[in-house]
């Protein structure tokens, strides 16, 4: 069974971005407050709990929905592993 799950998680490829696909590099050296996804500040900060990246809620929620992985590392993801997040 785990020769099943290795051989079809090496057949699978993340989905693109819905821009220019960032490097964890360019990630990082964004302004702490942008969102990866649209490059804008956050609103509604949104941890993604598989990789730990922090999103606008609406872009990762809607990115989530359509591809079910992270769209910086290309983890396996779903909505219930969004994390709203509660800052002042």
Request: glycine residues 4%; proline residues 7%; hydrophobic residues 35%.
């Amino acid at each position: 069974m785990g020769n099943t799950i290795l051989k079809k998680n090496a057949l699978w490829t993340p989905p693109p971005a819905p821009h220019k696909l960032l490097s964890e590099a360019e990630v990082l050296s964004l302004d702490t407050y942008k969102c990866p996804l649209c490059l804008k500040r956050r609103v509604n900060d949104t941890v993604l709990s598989v990789s730990g990246y922090v999103f606008c809620f609406n872009c990762i929620d809607t990115h989530v929905k359509r591809y079910n992985a992270c769209p910086v590392t290309g983890l396996a993801s779903n909505n219930q592993q969004l994390i709203r997040l509660y800052i002042q």
